[in-house]
Protein backbone atom coordinates (compact mmCIF):
# COMPACT_ATOMS: atom_id res chain seq x y z
CA UNK A 1 0.00 0.00 0.00
CA UNK A 2 0.96 3.37 -0.97
CA UNK A 3 2.31 5.59 1.88
CA UNK A 4 0.57 9.51 1.77
CA UNK A 5 4.71 10.40 1.33
CA UNK A 6 4.74 7.91 -1.88
CA UNK A 7 1.42 9.69 -2.83
CA UNK A 8 2.59 13.14 -2.70
CA UNK A 9 6.24 12.27 -4.44
CA UNK A 10 4.24 10.34 -7.28
CA UNK A 11 2.42 13.68 -7.71
CA UNK A 12 5.42 16.04 -7.38
CA UNK A 13 6.75 14.10 -9.91
CA UNK A 14 4.24 15.03 -12.25
CA UNK A 15 3.97 18.35 -11.37
CA UNK A 16 7.55 19.25 -11.98
CA UNK A 17 7.56 16.75 -15.63
CA UNK A 18 4.12 19.06 -16.50
CA UNK A 19 5.73 22.51 -15.33
CA UNK A 20 9.20 21.48 -17.55
CA UNK A 21 7.08 20.87 -21.09
CA UNK A 22 6.93 17.16 -20.89
CA UNK A 23 3.79 16.23 -20.61
CA UNK A 24 1.65 17.32 -23.48
CA UNK A 25 -1.87 17.07 -22.00
CA UNK A 26 -3.71 18.27 -19.48
CA UNK A 27 -3.39 17.09 -15.78
CA UNK A 28 -5.49 17.33 -12.61
CA UNK A 29 -3.68 16.60 -9.63
CA UNK A 30 -4.19 15.70 -6.10
CA UNK A 31 -2.70 17.61 -2.92
CA UNK A 32 -3.75 17.75 0.98
CA UNK A 33 -6.11 14.46 0.94
CA UNK A 34 -3.93 11.55 1.02
CA UNK A 35 -4.48 10.57 4.57
CA UNK A 36 -8.70 10.61 3.56
CA UNK A 37 -7.92 8.46 0.42
CA UNK A 38 -5.84 6.32 2.07
CA UNK A 39 -8.48 5.77 4.52
CA UNK A 40 -11.67 5.11 1.84
CA UNK A 41 -9.13 2.35 0.04
CA UNK A 42 -9.01 0.07 3.53
CA UNK A 43 -12.44 -0.44 2.42
CA UNK A 44 -11.97 -1.27 -1.22
CA UNK A 45 -10.99 -5.01 -2.27
CA UNK A 46 -8.68 -6.65 -4.96
CA UNK A 47 -12.14 -7.52 -6.84
CA UNK A 48 -13.74 -4.17 -6.54
CA UNK A 49 -14.24 -1.69 -8.83
CA UNK A 50 -13.10 2.14 -8.54
CA UNK A 51 -14.80 4.73 -11.35
CA UNK A 52 -12.78 8.42 -11.23
CA UNK A 53 -12.93 11.50 -12.44
CA UNK A 54 -10.32 13.25 -14.34
CA UNK A 55 -8.33 13.44 -11.43
CA UNK A 56 -7.33 9.87 -10.50
CA UNK A 57 -3.83 9.39 -9.92
CA UNK A 58 -4.19 8.64 -6.30
CA UNK A 59 -6.67 6.02 -6.99
CA UNK A 60 -4.87 4.23 -9.45
CA UNK A 61 -1.96 3.64 -7.42
CA UNK A 62 -4.13 2.60 -4.25
CA UNK A 63 -5.79 0.28 -6.30
CA UNK A 64 -2.30 -0.99 -6.58
CA UNK A 65 -1.88 0.03 -10.54
CA UNK A 66 2.06 0.36 -10.75
CA UNK A 67 3.58 4.00 -10.22
CA UNK A 68 5.53 3.39 -13.60
CA UNK A 69 2.45 2.29 -15.66
CA UNK A 70 0.80 4.88 -14.05
CA UNK A 71 3.27 7.18 -15.24
CA UNK A 72 3.38 6.07 -18.65
CA UNK A 73 -0.02 6.80 -19.39
CA UNK A 74 0.70 10.56 -18.27
CA UNK A 75 3.21 10.62 -20.16
CA UNK A 76 1.14 9.16 -23.07
CA UNK A 77 -1.50 12.09 -22.86
CA UNK A 78 -4.67 10.15 -20.72
CA UNK A 79 -3.70 11.47 -17.16
CA UNK A 80 -7.81 12.48 -17.72
CA UNK A 81 -9.38 9.13 -18.63
CA UNK A 82 -7.15 6.36 -16.89
CA UNK A 83 -8.69 3.21 -17.33
CA UNK A 84 -6.53 0.05 -15.78
CA UNK A 85 -9.14 -3.20 -16.68
CA UNK A 86 -6.67 -5.60 -14.83
CA UNK A 87 -7.49 -3.21 -11.54
CA UNK A 88 -11.05 -2.77 -12.40
CA UNK A 89 -10.41 1.07 -12.97
CA UNK A 90 -12.08 3.23 -15.54
CA UNK A 91 -11.53 6.97 -15.32
CA UNK A 92 -13.30 9.84 -17.30
CA UNK A 93 -13.11 13.70 -18.19
CA UNK A 94 -17.00 14.13 -17.97
CA UNK A 95 -18.74 15.74 -15.84
CA UNK A 96 -20.62 13.05 -14.05
CA UNK A 97 -19.81 10.35 -17.03
CA UNK A 98 -18.95 7.60 -14.39
CA UNK A 99 -21.67 7.76 -12.11
CA UNK A 100 -24.45 5.54 -14.37
CA UNK A 101 -22.13 3.55 -15.35
CA UNK A 102 -21.23 2.38 -11.93
CA UNK A 103 -24.26 1.74 -11.38
CA UNK A 104 -24.65 -0.20 -13.87
CA UNK A 105 -21.72 -2.24 -13.26
CA UNK A 106 -23.23 -2.15 -9.21
CA UNK A 107 -26.60 -3.78 -10.71
CA UNK A 108 -24.35 -6.48 -12.63
CA UNK A 109 -23.25 -7.42 -9.90
CA UNK A 110 -25.94 -7.54 -8.44
CA UNK A 111 -27.39 -9.60 -10.58
CA UNK A 112 -24.66 -11.93 -10.48
CA UNK A 113 -23.89 -12.51 -7.16
CA UNK A 114 -20.44 -12.04 -7.32
CA UNK A 115 -18.18 -11.14 -4.14
CA UNK A 116 -17.43 -7.62 -5.09
CA UNK A 117 -18.22 -3.75 -5.12
CA UNK A 118 -18.04 -0.62 -6.91
CA UNK A 119 -16.60 2.63 -5.32
CA UNK A 120 -17.63 5.82 -7.41
CA UNK A 121 -15.14 8.85 -7.14
CA UNK A 122 -16.86 12.44 -7.56
CA UNK A 123 -16.66 16.10 -6.99
CA UNK A 124 -18.72 18.24 -4.98
CA UNK A 125 -19.59 20.20 -7.97
CA UNK A 126 -20.20 16.40 -9.73
CA UNK A 127 -22.43 15.75 -6.69
CA UNK A 128 -24.99 18.57 -7.24
CA UNK A 129 -25.89 17.51 -10.92
CA UNK A 130 -29.16 15.83 -11.73
CA UNK A 131 -27.47 12.47 -12.59
CA UNK A 132 -25.78 12.09 -9.59
CA UNK A 133 -28.86 12.44 -7.50
CA UNK A 134 -30.40 9.94 -10.40
CA UNK A 135 -27.40 7.45 -9.73
CA UNK A 136 -27.54 7.57 -5.94
CA UNK A 137 -30.79 7.27 -5.70
CA UNK A 138 -31.46 4.49 -7.63
CA UNK A 139 -28.40 2.64 -5.88
CA UNK A 140 -29.49 3.54 -2.47
CA UNK A 141 -33.01 2.34 -3.23
CA UNK A 142 -32.03 -1.01 -4.85
CA UNK A 143 -29.82 -2.22 -2.54
CA UNK A 144 -27.23 -2.29 -4.98
CA UNK A 145 -23.77 -3.00 -4.17
CA UNK A 146 -21.54 0.71 -4.48
CA UNK A 147 -20.40 3.28 -2.51
CA UNK A 148 -20.16 7.21 -4.10
CA UNK A 149 -17.25 9.22 -2.01
CA UNK A 150 -17.83 12.82 -2.71
CA UNK A 151 -13.94 14.53 -2.79
CA UNK A 152 -15.23 18.31 -1.76
CA UNK A 153 -12.27 20.67 -2.43
CA UNK A 154 -14.82 23.74 -2.06
CA UNK A 155 -14.08 24.85 -6.08
CA UNK A 156 -15.07 23.76 -9.00
CA UNK A 157 -12.00 25.27 -11.73
CA UNK A 158 -12.64 28.94 -10.63
CA UNK A 159 -16.13 28.32 -9.09
CA UNK A 160 -16.87 28.08 -6.14
CA UNK A 161 -19.90 25.56 -5.67
CA UNK A 162 -21.16 26.71 -2.50
CA UNK A 163 -21.47 30.38 -4.17
CA UNK A 164 -22.73 29.06 -7.40
CA UNK A 165 -25.78 27.30 -6.21
CA UNK A 166 -26.26 29.67 -3.49
CA UNK A 167 -26.30 27.03 -1.14
CA UNK A 168 -24.07 27.05 2.42
CA UNK A 169 -24.55 23.20 2.97
CA UNK A 170 -24.23 21.13 -0.09
CA UNK A 171 -26.41 17.93 -1.10
CA UNK A 172 -24.15 15.44 0.70
CA UNK A 173 -21.96 17.42 3.02
CA UNK A 174 -20.98 15.52 5.96
CA UNK A 175 -22.88 12.61 5.34
CA UNK A 176 -21.50 9.03 5.66
CA UNK A 177 -23.06 6.09 5.61
CA UNK A 178 -23.02 2.56 3.29
CA UNK A 179 -23.87 4.66 0.29
CA UNK A 180 -22.31 7.82 0.60
CA UNK A 181 -18.43 8.93 1.78
CA UNK A 182 -18.65 12.49 2.10
CA UNK A 183 -14.66 14.13 2.99
CA UNK A 184 -13.43 17.68 2.25
CA UNK A 185 -10.03 19.03 1.74
CA UNK A 186 -7.86 21.93 0.30
CA UNK A 187 -5.48 21.40 -2.58
CA UNK A 188 -2.20 23.44 -3.40
CA UNK A 189 -2.61 22.75 -7.10
CA UNK A 190 -5.42 24.47 -9.59
CA UNK A 191 -7.77 22.78 -11.08
CA UNK A 192 -5.68 21.82 -14.29
CA UNK A 193 -1.90 21.85 -14.61
CA UNK A 194 1.17 22.27 -11.86
CA UNK A 195 0.53 25.54 -10.88
CA UNK A 196 3.05 27.49 -13.63
CA UNK A 197 2.45 28.34 -16.58
CA UNK A 198 3.79 26.66 -19.51
CA UNK A 199 4.71 27.44 -22.77
CA UNK A 200 5.21 24.68 -24.78
CA UNK B 1 -42.53 -11.50 -43.56
CA UNK B 2 -43.49 -8.73 -41.32
CA UNK B 3 -41.78 -6.26 -40.06
CA UNK B 4 -42.83 -6.51 -36.33
CA UNK B 5 -42.59 -10.52 -36.14
CA UNK B 6 -39.32 -10.12 -36.87
CA UNK B 7 -38.41 -7.69 -33.98
CA UNK B 8 -40.22 -10.24 -31.51
CA UNK B 9 -38.60 -13.01 -33.39
CA UNK B 10 -35.25 -11.27 -32.84
CA UNK B 11 -35.77 -9.91 -29.23
CA UNK B 12 -36.15 -13.96 -28.22
CA UNK B 13 -33.50 -14.85 -29.79
CA UNK B 14 -31.42 -12.14 -28.27
CA UNK B 15 -33.41 -13.41 -24.87
CA UNK B 16 -31.99 -16.70 -25.56
CA UNK B 17 -28.75 -16.14 -23.95
CA UNK B 18 -28.34 -15.82 -20.65
CA UNK B 19 -25.91 -12.69 -20.72
CA UNK B 20 -28.61 -10.81 -22.03
CA UNK B 21 -30.99 -8.49 -20.21
CA UNK B 22 -33.38 -5.72 -21.64
CA UNK B 23 -33.43 -2.28 -20.04
CA UNK B 24 -35.65 0.78 -20.63
CA UNK B 25 -38.51 2.38 -19.67
CA UNK B 26 -42.32 -0.14 -20.91
CA UNK B 27 -39.61 -3.34 -21.05
CA UNK B 28 -41.43 -5.10 -18.39
CA UNK B 29 -44.73 -3.28 -18.52
CA UNK B 30 -46.67 -2.24 -21.52
CA UNK B 31 -46.27 1.63 -22.89
CA UNK B 32 -45.03 1.02 -26.22
CA UNK B 33 -45.32 -0.40 -29.56
CA UNK B 34 -41.50 -1.89 -28.91
CA UNK B 35 -43.51 -3.29 -25.47
CA UNK B 36 -45.09 -5.91 -27.35
CA UNK B 37 -42.39 -7.26 -28.89
CA UNK B 38 -40.79 -8.26 -25.41
CA UNK B 39 -44.16 -9.84 -24.19
CA UNK B 40 -42.82 -13.31 -24.33
CA UNK B 41 -39.15 -12.12 -22.71
CA UNK B 42 -39.09 -13.94 -19.17
CA UNK B 43 -39.96 -11.37 -16.72
CA UNK B 44 -36.46 -11.92 -15.14
CA UNK B 45 -34.72 -10.57 -17.96
CA UNK B 46 -36.36 -7.31 -18.22
CA UNK B 47 -35.53 -4.40 -15.99
CA UNK B 48 -38.04 -1.90 -15.76
CA UNK B 49 -36.30 1.60 -15.27
CA UNK B 50 -37.49 4.71 -13.95
CA UNK B 51 -37.64 7.78 -16.75
CA UNK B 52 -33.46 8.62 -16.87
CA UNK B 53 -32.34 8.22 -20.06
CA UNK B 54 -28.63 9.26 -19.06
CA UNK B 55 -28.83 6.63 -16.04
CA UNK B 56 -30.40 4.15 -18.48
CA UNK B 57 -27.32 5.01 -20.96
CA UNK B 58 -24.36 4.97 -18.44
CA UNK B 59 -26.22 1.63 -16.73
CA UNK B 60 -25.71 0.11 -20.33
CA UNK B 61 -22.23 0.54 -20.46
CA UNK B 62 -21.64 -0.51 -16.90
CA UNK B 63 -23.64 -3.60 -17.45
CA UNK B 64 -21.73 -4.43 -20.50
CA UNK B 65 -18.43 -3.30 -18.60
CA UNK B 66 -19.09 -5.97 -16.38
CA UNK B 67 -19.48 -8.69 -19.07
CA UNK B 68 -23.36 -8.56 -19.41
CA UNK B 69 -24.82 -7.83 -22.93
CA UNK B 70 -27.51 -5.21 -22.03
CA UNK B 71 -30.40 -4.27 -24.59
CA UNK B 72 -30.97 -1.01 -24.27
CA UNK B 73 -34.26 0.51 -24.99
CA UNK B 74 -35.46 3.80 -25.76
CA UNK B 75 -38.83 3.88 -28.13
CA UNK B 76 -37.86 6.97 -29.86
CA UNK B 77 -35.09 8.88 -31.22
CA UNK B 78 -35.98 12.11 -29.33
CA UNK B 79 -35.93 10.03 -25.94
CA UNK B 80 -32.38 8.67 -26.65
CA UNK B 81 -31.16 12.09 -27.47
CA UNK B 82 -31.21 12.76 -23.62
CA UNK B 83 -28.82 10.46 -23.01
CA UNK B 84 -26.21 11.34 -26.06
CA UNK B 85 -23.57 12.36 -23.58
CA UNK B 86 -22.98 8.62 -22.70
CA UNK B 87 -23.29 7.06 -25.90
CA UNK B 88 -20.89 9.00 -27.36
CA UNK B 89 -18.36 10.26 -24.50
CA UNK B 90 -18.49 6.83 -22.88
CA UNK B 91 -19.80 3.75 -24.63
CA UNK B 92 -18.33 4.52 -28.08
CA UNK B 93 -14.96 5.99 -26.54
CA UNK B 94 -14.40 3.43 -24.28
CA UNK B 95 -11.85 0.77 -26.25
CA UNK B 96 -10.02 3.51 -26.71
CA UNK B 97 -9.71 5.59 -23.66
CA UNK B 98 -8.91 1.68 -22.41
CA UNK B 99 -6.00 0.94 -25.48
CA UNK B 100 -7.98 -1.69 -26.44
CA UNK B 101 -8.52 -3.27 -22.60
CA UNK B 102 -12.11 -2.84 -22.27
CA UNK B 103 -15.18 -4.31 -24.36
CA UNK B 104 -18.18 -3.58 -24.13
CA UNK B 105 -20.50 -5.22 -26.69
CA UNK B 106 -23.86 -3.26 -26.02
CA UNK B 107 -27.23 -3.35 -28.24
CA UNK B 108 -28.59 0.03 -28.52
CA UNK B 109 -32.60 -0.34 -30.07
CA UNK B 110 -34.38 3.01 -30.81
CA UNK B 111 -36.90 3.95 -33.36
CA UNK B 112 -37.86 7.06 -35.98
CA UNK B 113 -41.22 7.95 -34.01
CA UNK B 114 -44.23 6.55 -36.19
CA UNK B 115 -46.10 9.44 -37.99
CA UNK B 116 -48.89 7.70 -39.04
CA UNK B 117 -52.12 7.40 -38.40
CA UNK B 118 -51.83 10.10 -35.83
CA UNK B 119 -48.60 12.89 -36.00
CA UNK B 120 -47.31 13.50 -32.69
CA UNK B 121 -45.56 17.25 -34.17
CA UNK B 122 -42.03 18.09 -33.87
CA UNK B 123 -40.55 16.54 -30.37
CA UNK B 124 -41.63 12.94 -31.10
CA UNK B 125 -40.71 12.14 -34.92
CA UNK B 126 -37.25 12.53 -36.56
CA UNK B 127 -34.50 10.37 -37.94
CA UNK B 128 -31.27 11.31 -36.51
CA UNK B 129 -29.37 8.12 -37.92
CA UNK B 130 -26.96 9.44 -40.35
CA UNK B 131 -26.20 12.26 -37.25
CA UNK B 132 -25.38 9.34 -34.96
CA UNK B 133 -22.79 7.60 -37.08
CA UNK B 134 -20.97 11.08 -37.53
CA UNK B 135 -20.55 11.33 -34.20
CA UNK B 136 -19.78 7.41 -33.22
CA UNK B 137 -16.29 6.38 -34.23
CA UNK B 138 -16.99 2.43 -32.50
CA UNK B 139 -20.60 1.91 -32.80
CA UNK B 140 -22.02 0.33 -35.59
CA UNK B 141 -25.42 2.32 -36.68
CA UNK B 142 -27.89 0.46 -38.10
CA UNK B 143 -31.49 1.37 -39.45
CA UNK B 144 -33.64 -1.32 -40.39
CA UNK B 145 -35.43 -0.39 -43.77
CA UNK B 146 -37.26 -3.96 -44.49
CA UNK B 147 -38.55 -6.81 -42.42
CA UNK B 148 -35.50 -9.30 -43.56
CA UNK B 149 -32.93 -6.75 -42.15
CA UNK B 150 -34.33 -7.22 -38.59
CA UNK B 151 -32.64 -10.66 -37.51
CA UNK B 152 -29.25 -10.54 -39.22
CA UNK B 153 -28.79 -7.17 -38.06
CA UNK B 154 -29.87 -8.32 -34.27
CA UNK B 155 -27.82 -11.45 -34.71
CA UNK B 156 -25.14 -10.09 -35.48
CA UNK B 157 -24.76 -7.45 -32.67
CA UNK B 158 -25.44 -10.07 -30.49
CA UNK B 159 -22.37 -12.46 -31.65
CA UNK B 160 -20.29 -9.96 -32.51
CA UNK B 161 -16.74 -10.52 -31.41
CA UNK B 162 -14.61 -7.20 -32.18
CA UNK B 163 -15.83 -5.32 -28.84
CA UNK B 164 -18.30 -2.91 -30.84
CA UNK B 165 -21.77 -2.03 -29.36
CA UNK B 166 -24.55 -1.82 -31.74
CA UNK B 167 -26.93 0.96 -32.06
CA UNK B 168 -30.13 -0.79 -34.25
CA UNK B 169 -32.49 1.71 -35.37
CA UNK B 170 -36.47 0.79 -36.17
CA UNK B 171 -38.97 2.48 -38.22
CA UNK B 172 -42.47 2.91 -36.06
CA UNK B 173 -45.02 3.15 -39.03
CA UNK B 174 -43.60 -0.17 -40.18
CA UNK B 175 -44.95 -2.23 -37.45
CA UNK B 176 -48.02 -1.31 -39.52
CA UNK B 177 -47.27 -0.99 -42.79
CA UNK B 178 -44.37 -3.74 -43.80
Not at chain 1, 108 to 125: L, N, P, Q
Request: hydrophobic share 40%; proline share 4%; with cysteine.
Amino acid sequence: MMTAQDLIAFEDEVAARFNAGKIRAPVHLYSGNEAQMIEVFKGIGKNDWVFCSWRSHYQCLLKGVPPAAVMDEIMAGRSISLCFPEQRIYSSAIVGGVLPIAVGTALAIARSGEDARVHCFMGEMTAETGIAHESIKYSRNHRLPIRFVVEDNEKSVCTDTRAAWNQSKLSFENQRDEYIHYYRYQTRYPHAGAGQRVQF
Amino acid sequence: MKYFDELKRSMEFLAADPRVVFMGQAVAVPGTAMSNTLKDVAPGRLIELPVAEELQMGMTTGLALAGQVPVSIFPRWNFLMCGLSQLVNHLDKLAVMSNGGYKAKAIVRTGIGSERPLHPQHQHVGDYTEALRLMCKSIEVIRLDEPEDIFPAYERALLRDDGRSTLIVEYGDYYSEK
